[in-house]
Antibody, heavy 123, light 110 residues
Framework: EVQLVESGGGLVQPGGSLRLSCAASGFTFSNYAMNWVRQAPGKGLEWVSYISSSSSTLYYADSVKGRFTISRDNAKNSLYLQMNSLRDEDTAVYYC????????????????WGQGTLVTVSS | QSVLTQPPSASGTPGQRVTISCSGSSSNIGSNYVYWYQQLPGTAPKFLIYRNNQRPSGVPDRFSGSKSGTSASLAISGLRSEDEADYYCAAWDDSLSGYVFGTGTKVTVL
């Protein structure tokens, strides 16, 4: 069974930093691209960042570019999001999400989701 | 800021068919696959539709997706009380080099 468990959320002051982790199990982590998606309280989903299976390709939403860094450690089956220069508008539940693989071996985004971790940016 | 536009709400009685639209542009829906997600209250989103109209195993065939030009739709037939949730479309955007989600539609079963 695919399991994704986020951790590292909490209360941080504006301008501060936080590192989120996502522990993966139940599948071969190194075979799948991963994403971070966030959801502000009472709002919709917002894609944050993508990392390919080998870490060779990274993408970021404009809203976090230059402040957030996505990374992974395939040996530890873990995904990370380093968040710096945090702003009030970064307050959200952060989800990690794994690609879905169909019967033909093609991969599609956000097939499996963790339960999320809440980040609150406030003074 | 959402690039894909959805109606804020939709509703129907049990057994009815409900359709949710998702409007984008040539850089996202017009040139890439559309995906749909269901988010039940207080839970993480769930994968519903991929590649415009394909269902992962375990998703009831009451859910169907379609795409035409720069718009897409999700249809729920035989509406059930457990379908009451928020629904989001998503697609890759070539101009932004990133994924974009729809604004979300809350489905209410009357």
């Amino acid at each position: 069974e695919v399991q994704l468990v986020e951790s590292g959320g909490g209360l941080v002051q504006p301008g501060g930093s936080l590192r989120l982790s996502c522990a993966a199990s139940g599948f071969t982590f190194s075979n799948y691209a991963m994403n971070w998606v966030r959801q502000a309280p009472g709002k919709g989903l917002e894609w944050v960042s993508y990392i390919s299976s080998s870490s060779s390709t990274l993408y970021y939403a404009d809203s976090v570019k230059g402040r957030f860094t996505i990374s992974r450690d395939n040996a530890k089956n873990s995904l990370y999001l380093q968040m710096n220069s945090l702003r009030d508008e970064d307050t959200a539940v952060y989800y990690c999400a794994r690609d879905f693989e169909d019967n033909s071996g093609y991969h599609f985004p956000f097939g499996y989701w963790g339960q999320g971790t809440l980040v609150t940016v406030s003074s | 800021q959402s690039v894909l536009t959805q109606p804020p709400s939709a509703s129907g009685t049990p057994g009815q068919r409900v359709t949710i639209s998702c409007s984008g542009s040539s850089s996202n829906i017009g040139s890439n696959y559309v995906y749909w997600y269901q988010q039940l209250p207080g839970t993480a989103p769930k994968f519903l539709i991929y590649r415009n109209n394909q269902r992962p195993s375990g998703v009831p065939d009451r859910f169907s997706g379609s795409k035409s030009g720069t718009s897409a739709s999700l249809a729920i037939s035989g509406l059930r009380s457990e379908d009451e949730a928020d629904y989001y479309c998503a697609a890759w955007d070539d101009s932004l080099s990133g994924y974009v989600f729809g604004t979300g539609t809350k489905v209410t079963v009357l």
